[in-house]
């Protein structure tokens, strides 16, 4: 067990919907960071956070869109659902910039 | 981040040393190797990491050659339970954005 908590662990949707994915970091870790992972992509950065504020960005769509709470807890919103879309979505946390991070056992989203 | 390259796949019979290589020609002074696995659809699981001395931890040793261009992850007894892809990563250490940048990796299959 990580310690990273991430939810729904399944989640099924339609095309044109939009999905929140909440990740809860261990207890203290101010970075998360998610990660997406299709089948033909491996897996992808999106975007990280720490202590909450936007620090990185990678491949990210402009139809996603995350945050960082006062808790230190992270959504990642997935809108105008694709079937490409559908992938395991990570998140991951670590203590600060650059420690060994991690991961979460992920989201499974599949877009019907 | 240095590019990282690794052989799609290996096989390592039970009990046995699993050896796995990376080439990271291009790898800068202030650089850390990183190695992180995923067993099937699980979250990267961190393994160790090192600099440019020798590692070793309760999972894995690293042997970073002398002008760590390579290293080597050594599973010493390998299980089938550790059968997985390995991730070798190169990345700047714990002083600036952290993001992990994963390849391919390394289907590593353990045999019995």
């Known amino acids: 067990d990580s310690g990273v908590t991430q939810t729904p662990k399944h989640l099924i949707t339609a095309t044109g919907q939009r999905v929140t994915l909440r990740c809860s970091p261990r207890?203290?870790?101010?970075?998360v960071y998610w990660y997406q992972q299709s089948l033909d992509q491996g897996l992808q950065f999106l975007i990280q956070?720490?202590?909450?504020?936007?620090?990185a960005k990678g491949n990210i769509l402009e139809r996603f869109s995350a945050q960082q709470f006062p808790d230190l807890h992270s959504e990642l919103n997935l809108s105008s659902l694709e079937l490409g879309d559908s992938a395991l979505y990570f998140c991951?946390?670590?203590?600060?910039?650059?420690?060994?991070?991690?991961f979460g056992q992920g989201t499974r989203l599949t877009v019907v | 981040d240095a590019k990282t390259t690794q052989p799609p796949s290996m096989d390592c019979a039970e009990g046995r040393a699993a050896n796995l290589p990376c080439n990271h020609s291009?790898?800068?002074?202030?650089?850390?190797v990183y190695w992180y696995r995923q067993i099937h659809s699980q979250g990267p699981q961190y393994i160790i990491h090192?600099?440019?001395n020798n590692e070793t931890n309760e999972m894995a040793s690293l042997i970073i050659t002398e002008d760590r261009k390579s290293s080597t992850l050594i599973l010493p007894h390998a299980t089938l339970r550790d059968t997985a892809v390995y991730y070798c990563?190169?990345?700047?250490?714990?002083?600036?954005?952290?993001?992990?940048?994963f390849g391919e990796g390394t289907q590593l299959t353990v045999n019995p």
């Open positions: 991951a946390s670590s203590p600060r910039q650059g420690a060994r991070a991690f």
């Open positions: 207890s203290g870790d101010l970075s």
């Open positions: 956070y720490y202590n909450g504020e936007e620090r």
């Open positions: 291009t790898i800068s002074g202030n650089e850390y």
């Open positions: 090192g600099l440019k």
């Open positions: 990563i190169v990345r700047v250490g714990e002083t600036s954005g952290s993001r992990l940048t």
